[in-house]
């Protein structure tokens, strides 16, 4: 029996490091999960069609880096955004902070540490990722890909408020940088159609399937885990006849429960019914007294769109 995990996002990644850039070829390699499909792609058009994916790395490329802090110089920045103490071992940013107006498009998280083993108590480990690696940045005046980790650093800093006249010398000696060039971290999200990734399971297939993201399985959303877990049990599962059921996919775009808890996270907390409507504002409180006392009501106040003071 072969399962097949027919390409990987993270081929070809570049790496770099404190004083070097991540340079190289970043162009269509020959590289093992990219010829192992296209290879297999060959012999049958019901296995897909890997250049869909592959062909333009200006599309598909991201470049992520690892900042270590060296000293404590840089964390008061970082406290005055997420407001938590890195150190603490707690939830730090809690998320994915983005800087609205990097070129780069510039975004950075930091998990709860000691994120390693092996870590060094007194250090913390921020991750930072660039989606824009041509354009050219807004202190260090060079596209992203072309940056060493020290000047990655230097404009991450700049977007963290770091005054000007300290940025170098906190990106040289109170941090470490090391800069990953990744060509195909998107290929999953190229424009495609259903015949492009393989089915797990292909038709009349009895002793091999397809795994991970660039295998299709219906409903799923690519880019995450479970994904990658789902067509794994789907193979296994289909393969050996195991008599047991893939669980469902979380169907929650036909759920009108979470359609409305995102709506008010979109809008941070706010309900949509504090926008401005325009001429419908004249509606909006003859409709929310018509609902009053109804099942309506209730769940609209239970996903924090109705507010308790609105009438």
């Keep these: 029996m072969v399962l097949i995990t027919n390409v990987s996002c993270t081929e070809g990644t570049i790496y770099g490091y404190q004083n070097h850039a991540p340079n190289g070829n970043a162009e269509m390699r020959t590289s093992g999960c990219w010829n192992l499909w296209k290879n297999i792609a060959k012999q049958d058009k019901s296995f897909g069609h890997p250049e869909k994916f592959c062909s333009?790395?200006?599309?598909?490329?991201?470049?992520?880096?690892?900042?270590?802090?060296?000293?404590?110089?840089?964390?008061?920045?970082?406290?005055?955004?997420?407001?938590?103490?890195?150190?603490?071992?707690?939830?730090?940013?809690?998320?994915?902070?983005?800087?609205?107006?990097?070129?780069?498009?510039?975004?950075?998280?930091?998990n709860r540490q000691g994120q390693f083993k092996q870590q060094d108590k007194d250090k913390v480990c921020v991750w930072v990722y660039g989606l824009f690696t041509d354009t050219i940045g807004d202190y260090v005046k060079k596209p992203m890909k072309d940056c060493t980790g020290k000047e990655i650093t230097m404009e991450w800093l700049y977007h963290l408020g770091v005054p000007e006249e300290l940025i170098e010398d906190y990106a040289t000696n109170s941090a470490i940088c090391i800069p990953t060039m990744m060509p195909?971290?998107?290929?999953?999200f190229m424009p495609r159609r259903k015949e492009d990734r393989p089915d797990v399971i292909v038709k009349d297939a009895t002793n091999f399937?397809?795994?991970?993201?660039?295998?299709?399985?219906?409903?799923?959303?690519?880019?995450?885990?479970?994904?990658?877990?789902?067509?794994?049990?789907?193979?296994?599962?289909?393969?050996?006849?195991?008599?047991r059921?893939?669980?469902?996919?979380?169907?929650?775009?036909?759920?009108?429960?979470?359609?409305?808890?995102?709506?008010?996270?979109?809008?941070?907390?706010?309900?949509?019914?504090?926008?401005?409507?325009?001429?419908l504002n004249i509606i909006k409180k003859p409709l929310i007294r018509s609902i009053k006392g109804t099942v309506i009501e209730k769940l609209l106040k239970e996903h924090q769109i109705l507010k308790e003071n609105e009438k």
């Excluded at 195909?184 to 999953?188: D, E, G, P, Q, V």
């Excluded at 409903?219 to 195991?242: C, I, K, N, P, Q």
Aim: hydrophobic share 40%; charged share 20%.
């Design 56 to 110: 333009d790395i200006q599309k598909t490329n991201w470049e992520s880096a690892t900042v270590t802090t060296l000293d404590d110089k840089i964390i008061p920045y970082i406290t005055n955004i997420c407001k938590r103490d890195p150190k603490t071992g707690h939830v730090v940013t809690g998320g994915i902070v983005s800087c609205q107006d990097s070129s780069w498009l510039l975004s950075w998280t930091i």
């Design 184 to 188: 195909y971290i998107t290929a999953f």
């Design 209 to 243: 399937a397809f795994l991970g993201q660039f295998a299709h399985t219906p409903r799923d959303t690519v880019f995450t885990t479970e994904y990658s877990v789902r067509t794994a049990m789907e193979a296994v599962y289909g393969l050996l006849g195991v008599d």
């Design 245 to 279: 059921g893939v669980p469902e996919v979380w169907g929650s775009v036909y759920d009108i429960r979470e359609l409305l808890d995102s709506s008010v996270k979109l809008m941070d907390g706010k309900s949509p019914l504090e926008m401005n409507l325009g001429p």
